[in-house]
Nanobody, 116 residues
Framework: QLQLVESGGGLVQPGGSLRLSCTAS????????MAWHRQAPGKERERVAV????????NYADSVKGRFTISRDNAKNTVYLQMNSLKIEDTAVYYC?????????WGQGTQVTVSS
């Protein structure tokens, strides 16, 4: 059964850090581009970061450049999102996504709340 399971969300103060993890099962992880998206209340879902299947190339939304880092461990079927210098506007549900050709799969999401 195909699954993407996110973890690592929570409540953090502005300026703090969190690391999200997304562990995959049921498909050949190393063949898939992986991405993190987020959706804040009342807003559309937006892509935050993406990483190629080998991890050789990454891309970030302008709003998180220099603060977030996406990485992956194909041996562990896991993609990570290191989030530093968090801002209140980073509050959202964060989702991981696996993409290959015409197929895409989503995780269930993990809540990140940045608040003092």
């Amino acid at each position: 059964q195909l699954q993407l399971v996110e973890s690592g969300g929570g409540l953090v103060q502005p300026g703090g850090s969190l690391r999200l993890s997304c562990t995959a099962s049921g498909f050949t992880f190393r063949n898939y581009i992986m991405a993190w998206h987020r959706q804040a209340p009342g807003k559309e879902r937006e892509r935050v970061a993406v990483i190629t299947n080998t991890g050789g190339t990454t891309n970030y939304a302008d709003s998180v450049k220099g603060r977030f880092t996406i990485s992956r461990d194909n041996a562990k079927n896991t993609v990570y999102l290191q989030m530093n210098s968090l801002k209140i506007e980073d509050t959202a549900v964060y989702y991981c996504k696996a993409v290959r050709l015409l197929s895409e799969y989503w995780g269930q999401g993990t809540q990140v709340t940045v608040s003092s």
